[in-house]
């Protein structure tokens, strides 16, 4: 945890509920695996749908199968 002066601006996150998550980057991204997994791009697209072969890298696979929308419950 960063004290005094020792503080890091805080990282953008940007959330689209049709897309990716949108992160400022550079990245380092822990799996629930526990490995490592890296980008060193301006800013990274992380999948939200899971349909990326590249996860957890968004390759914009959400756009060809439309997400279902949850059903509202009663």
């Known amino acids: ?3 005094g002066t ?4 805080p990282v953008r996150v940007r959330l689209d509920p ?3 998550v949108l992160v400022e980057g550079p990245v380092e991204i822990e799996m629930p695996d526990g490995t ?3 980008s060193d791009r301006f800013m990274v697209a992380l999948c939200a749908c899971r349909r990326s072969r ?3 890298f968004c390759d914009t696979s959400h756009r060809r199968k439309p997400r279902r929308e949850p ?3 009663s």
Request: glycine share 6%.
């Open 71 to 73: 059903a509202e419950s």
């Open 54 to 56: 590249r996860y957890p």
């Open 6 to 9: 020792d503080r890091r601006a």
């Open 18 to 20: 049709y897309g990716p």
């Open 1 to 3: 945890m960063p004290t």
């Open 36 to 38: 490592t997994v890296s």
